[in-house]
């Protein structure tokens, strides 16, 4: 099985940074998916890592390390739209995706 | 249409009655997906479709739930003797491609069923 761990909720404020990590452990990993879901909102998709390294793409940025696990999505220069949920998934072997519980981020003003 | 939609959007039933929830993926896409999602966690696998072909039920909960694609588009979940335990949002996804491969995949609005 697969076990997906992060944050149940962070704060911000707008303009700040944040930083959302997410631990996996997982047999024949093949890849690891970031979603936004604003509330009664469908996930939309932000980001895709299977290499390690940083993936930029405008304020937003995921880093995976395979070796140890590990992955964050960074947002920049946030913003009042940022308050979402983010979700964590992970793709094993030829599978489905499975996604961690989600990190609530509240942005402030 | 342009994304995946999903119908009803809403769903009340009382304890002991059958549901159907109607997806309809992005026109094309081989795969097709449904999660189930409770209040304040990520959603969970239920089942998967390439074309017409249920591929993986492993994720239903029971022998209530049923889901179906006859013709490699539309797709329909179907829940038997609801309970209350079955109050979710149960999200629909769709991808291009096969499970095999990079598998983006795009999510519909989603039904929210209450179980009364």
């Known amino acids: 099985g697969q076990n997906i761990d992060q944050p149940t909720e962070m704060t911000a404020t707008e303009g700040a940074i944040v930083q959302i990590n997410c631990t996996y452990q997982?047999?024949?990993?093949?890849?690891l998916f970031w979603y936004q879901q604003h509330a009664g909102e469908a996930p939309t998709f932000l980001s895709y890592?299977?290499?390690?390294g940083l993936e930029e793409k405008g304020r937003f940025s995921s880093f995976l390390s395979r070796s140890k696990g590990y992955s964050y999505l960074l947002l920049k220069e946030l913003q009042m739209k940022d308050s979402a949920s983010y979700l964590c998934?992970?793709?094993?072997?030829?599978?489905?995706?499975?996604f961690g519980k989600g990190t609530m981020l509240l942005v402030s003003p | 249409g342009a994304g995946v939609s999903q119908s009803p959007r809403y769903k009340v039933a009382k304890r002991g009655q059958d549901v159907a929830l109607r997806c309809d993926p992005i026109?094309?896409?081989?795969?097709l997906f449904w999660y189930q999602q409770a209040l304040g966690q990520g959603p969970e696998f239920l089942t998967y479709?390439?074309?017409?072909?249920?591929?993986?039920k492993s994720g239903l909960p029971s022998d209530r739930f049923f889901a179906e694609r006859p013709e490699g588009s539309v797709s329909t979940l179907k829940i038997q003797r609801t309970q209350q335990e079955d109050s979710a949002v149960y999200l629909c996804?769709?991808?291009?491609?096969?499970?095999?491969?990079?598998?983006?995949?795009?999510f519909g609005p989603g039904t929210r069923l209450t179980v009364l």
């Open positions: 996804a769709s991808s291009p491609e096969s499970v095999g491969s990079y598998n983006e995949q795009f």
């Open positions: 997982t047999s024949g990993f093949n890849g």
């Open positions: 890592n299977v290499l390690d």
């Open positions: 998934a992970v793709k094993a072997g030829y599978s489905t995706l499975t």
């Open positions: 026109s094309g896409h081989v795969s």
């Open positions: 479709f390439q074309n017409e072909a249920q591929l993986d």
